[in-house]
């Protein structure tokens, strides 16, 4: 059974620009997580996914993110425009149900230059 | 005050020996407690999770949790070269959300 995968692995954009990550949670997971660890902090919740709607979205930092998770199965998270303080690696977990272990992706590193 | 707060290390210690990282958290509402291994690079891989005060064990690995201190760890024994890792330590409340502690590398030296 294939993992969490995450795309693309590394992005280096300058600070104005759009970046777009895409998390593919494991096949049949409802629940969908998206974290991030900047450098030097804790890994930090983002939101979290029940198939298409947002549950919690309470650690989202300010409305230049938009995640988004059409038809409840892969998400994207959309960061327009980028600052520097947004360089960091982007994990996305998924879990079968609520109280399930969330297993998580490879991360996305994102350099904002 | 962070809300899970670990020990950054490095923890080095010999080949064969007892590896002992430690936890603490400050939110009482946290239900349960995981520990993660992340390799340089790679993504957290979920080890031990544990809800209840007490030992909980799993071939080398034991977790113990005490809710009245607010203090979780995480015991390996016979380390091996292989268990040098960042180990995160997590806490999740009823909304599902994990709270992450800042990880102890630990370096298991031959």
């Known amino acids: 059974e294939a993992g969490v995968t995450q795309f693309p692995s590394h992005s280096v954009i300058e600070k104005g620009q759009t970046v777009t990550l895409r998390c593919d949670p494991i096949s049949g997971h409802d629940n969908l997580y998206w974290y991030r660890r900047v450098m030097g902090k804790e890994i930090k919740f983002l939101l979290h996914f029940v198939k298409e709607s947002k549950q919690d979205e309470s650690g989202m930092p300010n409305n230049r993110f938009l995640a988004e998770r059409t038809g409840g199965t892969y998400s994207t998270l959309k960061v327009q425009p980028a600052e520097l303080e947004d360089s960091g690696v982007y994990f996305c977990a998924s879990s079968q149900s609520l109280a399930d272990t969330q297993y998580f992706g490879p991360g996305t590193r994102l350099t904002v230059l | 005050q962070k809300e899970v707060e670990q020990n950054s290390g490095p923890l080095s210690v010999p080949e064969g020996a007892i590896a002992s990282l430690n936890c603490t958290y400050s939110?009482?509402?946290?239900?349960?407690f995981f520990w993660y291994r992340q390799y340089s690079g790679k993504s957290p891989e979920l080890i031990m999770s544990?809800?209840?005060?007490g030992d909980k064990e799993d071939g080398r690995f034991t977790a113990q949790l005490n809710k009245a201190s607010q203090y979780v760890s995480l015991l390996i024994r016979d380390s091996q070269p292989s268990d040098s890792a960042t180990y995160l330590c997590a806490s999740r409340n009823a909304g599902n959300m994990l709270t992450f502690g800042g990880g102890t590398r630990l370096m298991v030296k031959p």
């Open positions: 939110d009482r509402g946290s239900q349960s």
């Open positions: 544990i809800y209840s005060n």
